[in-house]
């Protein structure tokens, strides 16, 4: 099975700061690669497929990057709403496997 | 409104068997591939298995925690995708949830690039 690991697993920023979450994979997986962000006691909302293909609504400050192994995801100036967890999720082979996430929060 | 209800999730005991149900309205069911995805409590998401649609024949995928104890199954004429689930363990205490599923072809082969639609979840709690 490919192995997600994402990092860090938690994060405490500021209004406006530039945030970067990364996950590397245990394989290369092309850029098979999604990333879901998770408000408390809500489903998963997609933001970012195929590494770097923001899905249409999703705001512009919000950035997927990488190929093979290695991902990142940034959001340029994080606002107070961005508070959640964020997930990547690689879907190159089965089982589809996700990070373990990263918790955000405002400092 | 493109929407998914999960529902059926229930307390039981280890050992017994549950179905739950994911109900779509909105969209044409039977064109997507649909997810399950569980979270333990305070815990991250679980890929549990994938259901693909008829015109990739229909076929599942399943995590290894859970295989050959889960099923995934589809009726497309009701627009409700399966999750049986057999022999539950504590381990399966969960909320599970179901999502659509992207498909793309890329270079040949074909994958699933992303969950656009989510349900709310159905909590299964396993305990004696």
């Known amino acids: 099975d490919i192995q997600m690991t994402q990092s860090p697993s938690s994060l405490s920023a500021s209004v406006g700061d530039r945030v970067t979450i990364s996950c590397q994979a245990s394989?290369?997986?092309?850029?098979?690669l999604s990333w879901y962000q998770q408000k408390p006691g809500k489903a998963p909302k997609l933001l970012i497929y195929?590494?770097?293909n923001l899905k249409t609504g999703v705001p512009s400050r919000f950035r997927g990057s990488g190929s093979g192994t290695d991902f990142t995801f940034t959001i340029s100036s994080l606002q107070p709403e961005d508070i959640a967890t964020y997930y990547c999720?690689?879907?190159?082979?089965?089982?589809?496997?996700f990070g373990q996430g990263t918790q955000l929060e405002i400092k | 409104e493109e929407q998914l209800v999960e529902s059926g999730g229930t307390l039981v005991l280890p050992g017994r068997s549950l179905r739950l149900s994911c109900t779509a309205s909105?969209?044409?069911?039977?064109?997507?591939?649909m997810t399950w995805v569980r979270q333990a409590p305070g815990k991250g998401l679980e890929w549990v298995g994938l259901i693909r649609s008829k015109t990739f024949d229909g076929t599942t995928e399943l995590a290894a925690s859970v295989k050959g104890r889960f099923t995934i199954s589809r009726d497309d004429s009701k627009s409700i995708a399966y999750l049986q689930m057999n022999s539950l363990k504590t381990e399966d205490t969960a909320v599970y949830l179901c999502?659509?599923?992207?498909?793309?072809?890329?270079?040949?082969?074909?994958?699933?690039?992303?969950?656009?639609?989510w349900g709310q979840g159905t909590t299964v709690i396993v305990s004696s």
């Open positions: 394989q290369d997986i092309d850029n098979h």
């Open positions: 195929d590494a770097f």
């Open positions: 909105g969209f044409s069911f039977g064109d997507y591939a």
């Open positions: 999720r690689q879907s190159d082979n089965f089982p589809y496997t």
């Open positions: 999502g659509r599923d992207l498909v793309a072809v890329s270079e040949g082969r074909y994958y699933y690039y992303g969950m656009d639609v």
